[in-house]
């Protein structure tokens, strides 16, 4: 139910446990209790000294609502493409859907691909086999003979480790700028920024104001980053989810419930790997 949340040292959670099979996790630090349901999974996130039976009462309580939520998901997940980088399929990039394009290195496509390509648009060719056409929005995949004539799952590896690559080459320098953007706005300073892929969240912030966010978020439109940004930002001030810290979001950020929303719609497409 929280895709955003502040994250706690090691030292201060529990083991899970479980509670009627859903996976329960207390925290001496938490002080409000979250239900989620990820990937087809349920857990409970709660206080340390919440009692069993208050946690099998919320379970019954929202049993429709998990219902609902699982059913969902297990739709999102049968709707995906077996391999996501598959010629043809589309994948978002900057908010917008992007066609993916297999081309052979060796062929008349790829030279007419880099011939036509200015001093700008060759920053967009990413080593060795990946390069996105802004113009066009098209991401193109370069396969050498070799590369060709690996089996399906071993080229699903390698494209999803290049595809990485590129989303970590275009978020860091475009983060790092949101981020001092937002902090001048917020008066909130985070004490150092990290990016890397999550594969069930977009971003954290530990108690010392270090951020992480999710290199997919390059994926998304500026609107989705800035909101993420000003969310992790506000745990500084409020390390938890309650009324004061959604309050602090909506003044800094009063229409963030529509980037949040398009991330709840879109994390199936965003997160997959």
């Known amino acids: 139910m929280r895709w955003l949340k502040r994250r706690s040292p090691a030292s201060h959670v529990d083991n899970a446990t479980l509670v009627d099979g859903v996976a329960v996790v207390r925290s001496a630090r938490r002080k409000t209790v ?18 069993t039976a208050k946690i099998r009462a919320l379970l019954r309580e929202k049993q429709s609502w998990v219902e609902e939520k699982l059913a969902h998901q297990q739709q999102q997940l049968a709707q995906l493409p077996e391999f996501w980088l598959a010629h043809g399929e589309k994948v978002f990039i900057d908010g917008k859907l992007c066609e993916i394009k297999h081309i052979e290195a060796d062929s008349t496509a790829y030279l007419d691909l880099t011939e036509r390509l200015s001093s700008q648009q060759a920053d967009n060719m990413m080593p060795p086999y990946l390069y996105f056409d802004v113009a066009d929005s098209r991401l193109f995949f370069i396969l050498t003979s070799h590369i060709r004539a690996w089996s399906e799952s071993e080229k699903q590896h390698m494209l999803s480790r290049y595809f990485d690559e590129f989303c970590q080459c275009r978020a860091m320098p475009r983060f790092a700028t949101r981020l001092q953007h937002w902090q001048q706005v917020t008066g ?68 963030f419930q529509e980037p949040r929303r398009w991330l709840r719609q879109h994390q199936a497409n965003l997160l997959q790997h």
């Not at 239900?35 to 919440?50: D, E, H, M, N, Y």
């Not at 909130?188 to 270090?210: E, F, H, I, M, P």
């Not at 390059?218 to 992790?232: G, Q, R």
């Open 34 to 51: 979250s239900l989620q349901i990820k990937a087809g999974k349920v857990r409970v996130l709660c206080p340390s000294w919440l009692p």
């Open 188 to 255: 909130l300073t985070a004490q150092s920024l990290k990016v890397r892929y999550y594969k069930s969240r977009w971003g954290s912030c530990d108690n010392r104001a270090r951020l992480t966010l999710n290199n997919r978020l390059v994926l998304a439109p500026d609107s989705v980053l800035d909101y993420v940004i000003v969310h992790e930002l506000c745990h500084i001030k409020h390390a938890n989810h309650s009324p004061d810290f959604w309050s602090l979001v909506e003044h800094f950020y009063p229409q």
